[in-house]
């Protein structure tokens, strides 16, 4: 994946933007050490490896992921593909896209895209995005919830 692709957001997609404290490292381990992602996610059998495919153990079924790139301490993109359940006719099909930057200060830049989301799920995006902020310790009030929440609010009415 190049630079431009990484910048280029779909119309669906929600985007959010942190500056972190915890170096790149750390961060990167917290998206892709199975228990560390589960204690901010949910129960999985993650392996960073482009083409290997994992779970998530979604509350009425498995999310089914496959690893799509992954560059370690810089770059991670998975599928994300929801299977129907007893409440959910119209599963999930996305693509999840963390992209990690070291800051001036040794922090970290972590912008996370969810493709395929929005226009599918608008009813979710408040709760995806206070569940991210607070995932992060980010739960500020008078944050916005995505980068580009406005433009989807806009859009759904």
Known sequence: MNAKNQNEVAQ??????YDLAEPPEKVWRALTVPELLAAWMMPNDIRPQAGSRFA???PEAPIECEILDAEPERLLRYSWREQP??????????TVTFTLART?????HLRIVHDGFARKAMPAVAMAGAGCRLSLGLGRAGMPLAANT???LLRAA
């Open 85 to 94: 359940g007893a409440t959910r006719q119209d599963p999930l099909d996305s």
């Open 12 to 17: 669906d997609a929600l985007e959010f933007e």
């Open 56 to 58: 998530f153990a979604g």
């Open 104 to 108: 001036v200060s040794g922090g970290t």
């Open 150 to 152: 406005p433009r989807l």
